[in-house]
C-alpha cells in the first residue's frame, strides 16, 4: 500500500504574502467585511491542486491520509450530512476526482504532526510490507523535514529572504517528485528512512 499523508491547507490551496498583508492591513482598519462582500475564502480548495493530487493517486494507486488541522470524522461522511461549507467541498472535490481517503493520523496536544505521522506507520509493524511507501504534502515543515527527510515535500517557497513563505500549493515540479518517491522499490521503513 502507497500513502499520501496530506495536509489541506497550503497543498489544495494557495496563498501569497500580498493578499496576507492586504489582509492585516483590512484587519488593522477594520474592514474585513470587505472579504465576505468579495467572497474570499483562504481556505478555498482549488481544483487544479485536487486534479494533481488525482495525479499522484492514480499513477501510483496511493491511499491518501488525513493530517490537517481540521481532520475530523466528516472526511469520510456524505456531503449532505456535512455542515460545514469548507468540509463540504473538500468532500465533493475529493470524490469528483475519486481521490480514496483511506483515514486520518490521531489529533495528539503532545505530539508533533511527525510523531503523529510515525505513530500512524508504527501501526502497521506487525505488517512490514503493509506500507511500501509514503509521501508527505504540507506547506509547513514543523519536524517534517527532520524525522523524514526521504519522504516530506515542502509546497511553500520562500519569496525574499525577508518576506514570509508564499504558499504555492501543490505544483506540477511537486507531483513529479511524489510519484518518484511513492514508486520507489519496497524496503522496511523507519523513522521516515530505508
Known sequence: MKIVFLDFNGVLNDTSPKMDHLIDKLKHYHLLWILRLIRYDPLSIKAKYVKRLHKIC?????????????????????????????????????????????????YSSNKTRGEEIQTYIDRYKAYPNMIESFV???????????????????????????DPYETTGLSKENVKRAIQILKKKKGRVVNGKR
Open 136 to 162: 508527505i504534502l504540507d506547506d509547513e515543515v514543523f519536524d517534517l523535514y527532520e524525522k523524514f527527510p526521504n519522504h516530506f515535500i515542502h509546497t511553500s517557497k520562500l519569496v525574499k529572504p525577508d
Open 58 to 106: 492514480r499513477k501510483t494507486k496511493a491511499y491518501v491520509v488525513v493530517t490537517d488541522e481540521c481532520r475530523g470524522p466528516w472526511i469520510t461522511m456524505d456531503p449532505q450530512y456535512i455542515e460545514g461549507k469548507y468540509q463540504k467541498r473538500i468532500v465533493k472535490l475529493l470524490r469528483r476526482y475519486h481521490i480514496d481517503i483511506l483515514g486520518k493520523t490521531q
